[in-house]
């Protein structure tokens, strides 16, 4: 099948599990030092903070008029939102909407102090993304990070005080030298923890970043699989849905679960609207992101002119987008939004997946085994439009 320019009417096409309601999404680039491995857009520059938020608050009167539905989830994401000051943090809230389901702020582990916690109780936080990476602190050196492991568990402690009962930790494997054991190591403290989310990456070395500039090799692919299998065995066991590729939630709740709801709108074709340096946004009909150069975005900011590039999504872009991020969950693909020629085109290229156990179809839903999930990418790039 040929791409093609037609539109197909996208709108006629969503998901029927996807939330009607948007979010937003801000990005706070701002860190007292940075990562080896980030590739995320981020500046030392904390002087320019109240500049920035100031700036934020300009877009997002520029822009509310494109939101015409209830604002369902925030996202606080960075960069290191928790380097903001309580005034910004406040000032920065005074602006935004009320979310009907879920804030999530993004914090470093050594930048939950007292302070920082009597301030949650000002603000509509009700959920608190966390970098831990690793429990052991020669890794996090080598990573650059500012906090030790024993930083970690103090830090969930004190947002359970704060009364934080939704927290998120990020976990990182496949560093240079690390074995089964290390990782394993890793896992349990993260258990221990007794975390509703935990979201795990393996090391990726990008290209443009101190890491890739250092001349690391990646850890060996066998070793990345066994650590994935240890992953997946450990959390499912500890109670945890292994609901999208890298996620893990709790699955006891008020609410039947703790998916990160936010997140879970990117990979459910959710229109969001992104604020700030590098923030992208989404409508289902077009996708559009700003310049990720915070001077460049406040000089256009003070001049009430949003910096950013776009472009349109064509029905053949729409299912390839569906590709890459439904496909990501333990939802699957739900054929039946798609288009006749789209779904066709689908299942012919799905076929051989099917018949080596790579993939399931039940009940109109395509999805990924488990064995399928090793081979992910494999499968989504066979599956899309070139």
């Known amino acids: 099948m040929q791409k093609t320019n037609e539109s197909f009417q996208i709108l006629n096409f969503i998901s029927t599990f996807a939330c009607t309601m948007a979010g937003i999404y801000i990005h706070i680039p701002f860190c007292k030092s940075r990562c080896i491995y980030c590739g ?44 903001l000051t309580t005034s910004q943090l406040q000032q920065l809230f005074a602006i935004l909407p009320p979310a009907t389901s879920e804030v999530t702020i993004e914090v470093n582990p050594d930048d939950v102090t007292d302070t920082f ?40 402690h004190a ?13 990182m494997y496949g560093f240079p030298s690390e074995t089964i054991d290390d990782w394993q190591h890793d896992i349990d403290h993260a258990l221990a923890l007794g975390v509703e989310h935990i979201s795990a990456y393996c090391l990726m070395i990008e290209e443009g970043t101190p890491l890739h500039r250092m001349g690391i090799a990646a850890a060996n692919e066998e070793t990345e699989r066994q650590m994935y299998e240890l992953l997946i065995d450990k959390l499912t066991e500890a109670g945890y849905e292994h609901y999208e590729i890298s996620n893990f939630a709790r699955q006891s709740s008020p609410q039947g679960g703790w998916r990160g709801l936010h997140n879970s709108g990117y990979w459910h074709d959710v229109p969001y609207i992104g604020l700030g340096a590098g923030a992208h946004s989404y409508d289902r009909k077009s996708r559009s992101w700003n310049v990720s ?15 950013f590039e776009s472009e349109v999504i064509d029905g053949d872009t729409h299912y390839n987008d569906l590709i890459t991020t439904a ?27 099917l018949s080596d156990g790579l993939l399931l179809l039940s009940d109109q839903r395509l999805r990924l085994t488990r064995k399928g999930l090793f081979v992910s990418d494999m499968i989504m790039a066979s599956l899309m439009l070139v």
């Open 117 to 156: 916690t009597a301030l949650l109780h000002q603000l509509p936080v009700n959920r608190v993304s966390m970098g831990a990476q690793t429990f052991d602190d020669q890794r996090l050196q080598f990573l650059h990070r500012r906090h030790s492991a024993v930083q970690v568990r103090q830090a969930v």
């Open 159 to 171: 947002l359970r005080e704060a009364g934080i009962r939704n927290i998120s930790i990020d976990l």
């Open 293 to 307: 150069d915070i001077r460049q975005y406040l000089s256009a900011m003070e001049r009430d002119e949003r910096p």
């Open 327 to 353: 496909l990501r969950t333990s939802d699957g693909l739900d054929l039946s939004i798609l288009t006749p020629m789209h779904r066709s085109y689908c299942l012919k290229e799905a076929r051989p997946y």
């Open 40 to 83: 995320f857009y981020s500046t030392t520059a904390l002087q320019l903070r109240q500049q920035y938020v100031e700036a934020i608050a300009r877009e997002w009167n520029m822009r509310s008029c494109e939101v015409s539905e209830p604002i369902d989830t925030i996202y606080i994401g960075g960069g290191t939102p928790s380097q």
